[in-house]
């Protein structure tokens, strides 16, 4: 499966963006799929995950409650809606997918990547 994540951009502290993440290729509700994110000079991290169905969603304790993973199966197409954005949210963000349902949170678990995109917030 081919992944594409866009939606990244500048945004204050306090304010919203919203990233979506579009597959081709292989059936896309077969997957589970995650977004991570990397900071400049930090190791990628986990942000959220859904599982195949959506009907489950994993949030990293950073982002809980302000965060909210979705996707629309039909669309082939994951979502991260991301309000009262920190500084410290600043990273690029990357979607990705893998067939098993274990260690949701694990990157190198994680069979396909996109190429990523840029959140910048301005405190």
């Known amino acids: 499966v081919q992944l594409q994540a866009f939606g990244g951009g500048l945004v204050q502290a306090g304010g919203y963006l919203r990233l979506s993440c579009a597959a081709s290729?292989?059936?896309?509700?077969?997957?589970?799929m995650g977004w991570f994110r990397q900071a400049p000079g930090e190791e990628r991290e986990f942000v959220a995950a859904?599982?195949?169905?959506?009907?489950?969603?994993y949030y990293a304790d950073s982002v809980k409650g302000r965060f909210t993973i979705s996707r629309d199966n039909a669309k082939k197409t994951m979502y991260l809606q991301m309000n009262s954005m920190k500084a410290e949210d600043t990273a690029v963000y990357y979607c990705?997918?893998?067939?098993?349902?274990?260690?949701?949170?694990?990157?190198?678990?994680?069979?396909?990547w996109g190429q990523g995109t840029q959140v910048t917030v301005s405190s």
């Open positions: 990705a997918s893998k067939g098993g349902s274990l260690r949701l949170a694990v990157d190198r678990e994680y069979d396909y």
């Open positions: 290729g292989r059936t896309f509700s077969a997957y589970n």
């Open positions: 859904i599982d195949r169905s959506g009907g489950s969603t």
